[in-house]
């Protein structure tokens, strides 16, 4: 146990439809990443967060956003689903420095039918 | 984008050594060698990273070449638990960005 959670485990939606996915970090970390692995292009960063400010920005589609509450916790949002969008997103988090390592939560698998 | 390269796939026996090895031929000089390890669609998993020493923790070994262009992490008891992808990213020392570039990775299978 990572002591990093994510809910809902499983989400399975239609194409056009919104989402929200939701992660809580370790107690004390700071920092919050996301990272999307689907089957043809592999785990894929997309954002992170530090202390509610965006960080850094990797692979992320318009029609996704984030962001992280005063209490650490954040939520990914997904809009305008497509069935490309179908994959496992894992969240992470990790203490103040970049350096530290990452601790992953369990994922949440998303199906867009 | 991730800046290693591995064997997409290796085996090895209960209770040997796994050697699981690294190519970060554009490694920089502060950037540092991670290991990570994913088991069937878990979250990933830290494992062990380090610079240009040799480091060991209660999981694995990772002995890094001279030139730091290679790596090697080692696994000295291989247990049916270790069967996993392992993952070899390089990562920039001193940046804002905390990124982790994941590569396909090497899939271990550890058989009795």
């Known amino acids: 146990d990572s002591g990093v959670t994510q809910t809902p485990k499983h989400l399975i939606t239609a194409t056009g439809q919104r989402v929200t996915l939701r992660c809580s970090p370790r107690?004390?970390?700071?920092?919050v990443y996301w990272y999307q692995q689907s089957l043809d292009q592999g785990l894929q960063f997309l954002i992170q967060y530090y202390n509610g400010e965006e960080r850094a920005k990797g692979n992320i589609l318009e029609r996704f956003s984030a962001q992280q509450f005063p209490d650490l916790h954040s939520e990914l949002n997904l809009s305008s689903l497509e069935l490309g969008d179908s994959a496992l997103y894992f969240c992470?988090?990790?203490?103040?420095?970049?350096?530290?390592?990452?601790?992953f939560g369990p994922g949440t698998r998303l199906t867009v039918l | 984008d991730a800046k290693t390269t591995q064997p997409p796939s290796m085996d090895c026996a209960e209770g040997r050594a796994a050697n699981l090895p690294c190519n970060h031929s554009?490694?920089?000089?502060?950037?540092?060698v991670y290991w990570y390890r994913q088991i069937h669609s878990q979250g990933p998993q830290y494992i062990i990273h380090?610079?240009?020493n040799n480091e060991t923790n209660e999981m694995a070994s990772l002995i890094i070449t001279e030139d730091r262009k290679s790596s090697t992490l080692i696994l000295p008891h291989a247990t049916l638990r270790d069967t996993a992808v392992y993952y070899c990213?390089?990562?920039?020392?001193?940046?804002?960005?905390?990124?982790?570039?994941f590569g396909r990775g090497t899939q271990l299978t550890v058989w009795p």
């Open positions: 554009t490694i920089s000089g502060n950037e540092y």
């Open positions: 107690s004390g970390d700071l920092s």
């Open positions: 380090g610079l240009k």
């Open positions: 990213l390089d990562r920039q020392g001193g940046s804002t960005l905390g990124r982790l570039y």
């Open positions: 992470a988090s990790s203490d103040t420095t970049e350096l530290d390592e990452q601790f």
